[in-house]
């Protein structure tokens, strides 16, 4: 027999000799009916090896012996078929086979009242149920499946947890940095009296989740995880959902690991409100702090894994395709600031498509990269397929200069910062942030768009109009959600309508100004530290704060294209599928419009050439300019269109 095995005999036999005992005292109960005098004093039970998950529940959860005998009473109705019989007997009535409270007063020794209420042990960590009846003495009582499995020596996760409190495995090996956090975890619980809440805070959910699982295992514990969202906003069943996961910290012994992510106030309140009243181990992960009033918490920042740490994450997770991928670990680590999960599922998704995929493997590398990074940027804001390249703009040179500059800071930043060291002298000022300035339709978002496309990153949408709100504290709320989002992946950020926020700060008449000036400068401390590309827009430049304009490293300004510019526009607006026809250019860049509209009066066309069956011709192009000058509310004159057809 298998050591398993025989320490499953072995407590089977424990239970029966105990059950037995517990059998024999009812069958020498002499008169049904009569309840014996009662004490208050707790005792403790019998003395026995504490190997056996019946003592071992006793004397985790301080049941007196009196309780330890009902306890057993409860179970003896599930293991033994005898013990309904002799209920009955005890009862003195055929109509009652099943314990109860008054049963165990007059039959068991030792016997309290205490035993019987709600913050004894039996009834506050649910061991025994009282099922429907007359009278608290005289109601049948039912012991807790969860309870009884535990007993019999199967362990299983209470049903009531399933699907709600998630098993986290602990991980073979964690990251140098991660490691010593979880060292310290561990070391808080080792010489704490009273074990506190501990917090880790962090951008990466799966680091704080394997530091945590890997604390507990160094303990001894099972870790299991519970959304904050999850928690009952009821304060009666935050109650019954602490006293039943007290219960199983005990019989499975487990801590809890409580994720709040992105939480509304609602849900944070309703998490700490359970925290408050849990007695214990527990740790609460999230990217903002959790405030306790009445138990104490220990806080531990969770910082990403160092660009060496991730290039290990990246050498392990790849194995030996990492030879076949020339270098490029080492530009997806400078370029995205994925987690542990993050890499390990990149690295699966690149190990499954190396393999007869027309990209290389650098591309399937960076690519995935994108693809992990792009889901929490998702509900945010509105992403941009960038397919714009260089030729798509029309742009003076200085312009056109600017922006290349603008992709070498982003391209090489990892150099000058890193390895030249110039983030070693002020971590102030690394983000790269651009004002684009100009009238609408001349070209600012397609340069967002090309300067995405030439560095392979997503483009996202911001619409500060949207994200700006009335309810103080709430537009920070929004940015910070915004730049936590893209901080993992790099993405290019696109703050359209800038003005709507960043307008000239005002002097400080009002708590309404002092708090539009807080928001500001939130934004700017947020844009100075973000590690990708931050572009913001306005049809206004002259609206913008002098102050703000000098924290900003780029500004272009989009100028009205003159005629030579409209001329260009043109000559590169058709795609060279698209069947034109007698197109005079030298009139086309007459029309004294920017180039978003050449693009709106270009794709018009096109589609009344398409209904009629014929290609592109001046008369699609006039009828097209006639519509989009009509939406401008601008006169279409003789000396733009004079002589077309």
Known sequence: MNPADAWTEANRQYLVSALRRVREMLERHPSPGRIAAVGNAAQEPPASPARWPLDLLCTALGLSGFEHDVLLLCAGMELDSAFAGTCAAAHGDPRRPFPTFGLALAALPEAHWSALTPAGPLRRWHLIEIMPGDALTQSPLRIDERV???LAGVSHLDQRFEGVALPIPAPDDLPLSYRSVAIRVAAVWSHAAAAPVIELRGEDPAGRRAIAAWACAQAGLRLYALQA????????????????????AVLSASALLVESEDTDPSTGGSAAAFLETLQSLAIVSGRQPLRLRRRPITRFDVPRPPAAEQRGLWTQALGQAVGALNGQVDAVVAQFHLGVDG???????VLAEMHGESPGPASLLWEACRSQARPRMAELAQHIDPAAGWDSLVLPPAQLRTLHEIAAHVGHRTTVYETWGFAHLSARGLGISALFAGASGTGKTMAAEVLANDLRLDLYRIDLSQVVSKYIGETEKNLRRVFDAAEEGGAVLLFDEADALFGKRSEVRDSHDRYANIEVSYLLQRMEAYRGLAILTTNMKGALDAAFLRRL??????????????????????PPATPTEGLDLGRLARLNVAGGHIRNIALHAAFLAADEGQPVRMAHILRAARTEYAKLEKPLTDAEVGGWV
Request: proline share 6%.
């Open 148 to 150: 009884l499995h535990y």
């Open 229 to 248: 969202v999850d928690v009952p906003a009821s304060a009666a069943d935050r109650e019954l959902l602490a006293r039943l996961w007290e219960r199983e």
């Open 343 to 349: 890499i390990q599922a990149a690295s699966t998704q």
């Open 553 to 574: 490293r780029f500004v272009v300004e989009f100028p009205y294209p003159d005629a030579s510019q409209r001329l260009e526009i043109w000559r590169r607006i058709f």
